[in-house]
């Protein structure tokens, strides 16, 4: 079971994901890094792991689609099963959608349908929820839109700063980004007919 991450930037979810593979808690192969920042810290840190990068500049392709069809092409060599966006900040369109139907997952830093797009938690912290927190969800055409499938809440406290919010935040992404794809690995997250709601078993 190999996978692709998608990250644009510090990669600490990449990290977490390739250190639970590495502690043996997460049975898969981290086959490829996208990275559409190629001076992201993310790619250091896949040299540091040996996961072959495709690094490119977005700017440097005629389209959105033609770069996704490189990434499809590279992803298909790497005979990916699973897509797991880390911070990736482009919408995805049908060139790559399409072949990876139900197979592309998202994390997101808050309690979805609330807050999506940039700056999750700037968004919490401006309205003054009180609770906030990690959402992972499978990926449509939308903006951090498609069905959930696991969330984990987060206690806004007097005095939380973007900071300290996201001090927070991050490691539950760590513990909850590896342990979802772990479940899906396991077949024990499933879309129903419909493609619209996530079920466990
Ligand atoms: C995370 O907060 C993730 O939820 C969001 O982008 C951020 C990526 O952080 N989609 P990192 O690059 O994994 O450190």
Redesign the pocket.
């Known amino acids: 079971f190999r996978i692709a991450v998608f ?1 644009s ?6 990290q977490a994901i390739v250190d639970a593979v590495q502690a043996g808690k997460l049975d898969v192969e981290v086959g490829l890094l996208v990275c559409d920042r190629p001076g992201a810290k ?1 790619a250091e840190r896949a040299a540091a792991a040996g996961v072959e990068t495709f690094a490119f500049r977005p700017k440097e392709y005629a389209s959105k689609e033609a770069y996704e069809s490189e990434i499809v092409k590279r992803m298909q060599e790497q005979r990916i099963d699973l897509v797991v966006l ?2 990736y900040m482009r919408i995805i369109s049908d060139t790559l959608l399409q072949p990876y139907e139900g197979r592309i997952v ?4 808050s309690l979805l349908p609330s807050f999506p797009g940039l700056d999750a938690i700037g968004q919490a912290l401006a309205h003054g929820v009180k609770v906030t927190g ?1 959402t992972v969800h499978f990926v449509d055409g939308g903006m951090d839109t498609g069905p959930i499938i696991a969330q984990r809440a987060v206690e806004v406290a007097e005095g939380d700063t973007a900071d300290t919010l996201a001090d927070k ?2 490691p539950v ?1 760590h513990e909850l980004y590896p342990s979802v794809i772990r479940a899906i690995r396991e077949g024990r997250v499933a879309l129903s007919g419909d493609g619209r709601r996530v079920g466990w078993r």
């Open positions: 990250a930037g510090s990669g600490s979810n990449f993310v880390a911070g998202n994390i997101h830093p990690v935040i991050h992404e």
